[in-house]
């Protein structure tokens, strides 16, 4: 049985594709445009670096799991936001939300293949488990939707779940 893996795939469905409790990563990204993506706050990211960020960690995420080398190495976290984005780029933002989908759902196939004994494994040598791995992406996620949400409220463009 594998219930520890189906109890990541439940809250990986619930922070990106359902509302229940709190909205999920889509709704929080529904009908933003590029403008509004690429809006900040001071001190805060804009929600297309936010975007990005969230498909760095998620692809790396993938990466640890698979055993495989992440070809992308920023020289430190701020890099995996990139740029505020242009305000004008629909095309651009809409690439950038349809990857982060690609990604999600590629995280999801990955952890579907996991049964809960190599979960308990460590993902590289001297490294905690891939079961710490994925509870510390998917509340990773979810702080992040949090500030995404946050963001629209603070751009009235917030419609709710």
């Given at each position: 049985m594998q219930v520890i893996t189906n109890m990541f795939l439940e809250q990986l469905d619930m922070h990106f594709n359902e509302n229940e409790w709190f909205a999920s990563i889509k709704q929080g990204l529904n009908e933003v445009s590029a403008a509004e993506a690429a809006w900040t706050s001071p001190?805060?990211?804009?929600?297309?670096?936010?975007?990005?960020?969230?498909?760095?960690?998620n692809e790396d995420?993938?990466?640890?799991?698979?055993?495989?080398?992440?070809?992308?190495k920023p020289k430190d976290n701020e890099e995996t936001f990139g740029h505020p984005g242009d305000p004008e780029d629909e095309m651009g933002w809409s690439e950038s939300v349809q990857r982060l989908?690609?990604?999600?759902?590629?995280?999801?196939?990955?952890?579907?293949?996991?049964?809960?004994?190599?979960l308990k494994a460590p993902y590289a040598a001297d490294r905690y488990s891939i079961e710490r791995l994925l509870?510390?992406?998917?509340?990773?996620?979810?702080?992040?939707?949090?500030?995404?949400?946050?963001?629209?409220?603070?751009?009235?463009?917030?419609?709710?779940?």
């Open positions: 001190g805060s990211n804009s929600i297309w670096q936010i975007v990005n960020h969230l498909i760095f960690w995420a993938i990466h640890r799991i698979k055993g495989t080398e992440n070809p992308h989908d690609e990604v999600m759902n590629k995280l999801r196939t990955v952890i579907a293949e996991l049964d809960d004994e190599k509870n510390n992406i998917m509340m990773h996620d979810s702080y992040h939707l949090g500030q995404i949400v946050l963001l629209r409220k603070q751009q009235s463009s917030w419609v709710g779940v």
